[in-house]
């Protein structure tokens, strides 16, 4: 990584690397930081790290590249980057997931000054990255339906990625927005780590599982490899003529 280190920060260079570096000392709390060399927000989210490994020099910080270091990432399930996991040796305390640095300094404060009082959670008892709010609750089937709609309807080309065209947070999102970007075509976007309603009705609605999904005059596209193919042949430009 770019910025200096501080001498309790590792770059992680394998599985068998992070495992060793947990077993040196169990009761030590470690901050996981999983970031990507291109998404702009974790520049700005490695600062931060870098700073609070400065502030509490008894913190491990483990920087793990979550892409080249893709079986730990997906050990902990890290959807997006950046993405922070808090452990007391192998035990979860905690998991933030985007660039919320007030989030992250409040964590590891209270997890490194007062190691007593802290009450490990399980993954099963962590707090969604954003809790749905009571709109998403009591949306009906048919409301979301209509939004989603709506949302697919906002412009003739609409992107469903996550994070945005500027600061994407997974690679095939990156990937998409550079081949759109490429061939000049004018979109919209919709971040759908924003929204996990929106999130859970595309993939039923569109009958695919994953993002991004590339929506055009309303009807669904396809993801990255099938845009990829269209690009190829041809058909992205006869479908947007
Ligand atoms: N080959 C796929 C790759 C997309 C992909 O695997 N996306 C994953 C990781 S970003 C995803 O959206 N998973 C479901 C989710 O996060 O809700 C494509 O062509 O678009």
Redesign the pocket.
Known sequence: MASAAASNTVEVTSPEHFQQQLAVDLQRISLINFWAPWAEPCKQMNEVVLELAKRHPQLLVLNVDAESQADISESFEI??VPSFIILQGHTLLGKIAGADATALTEAISKHVRTPSSVNPQSHTDLAPAAAPDVAEKTESQEELARRLHALMQQSKVVLFM?GSPDAPR????RR?VGLLKDQGVEFSHFD?LSDESV?AGL?VLNDW????QLIVSGEFV?????VQEMVENGELKEILE
């Open positions: 959807e997006a996550k997974c690679g095939f999102s998409i759908i999130r993939k599982p994953t993002f991004p396809g993801g990255l490899d099938i």
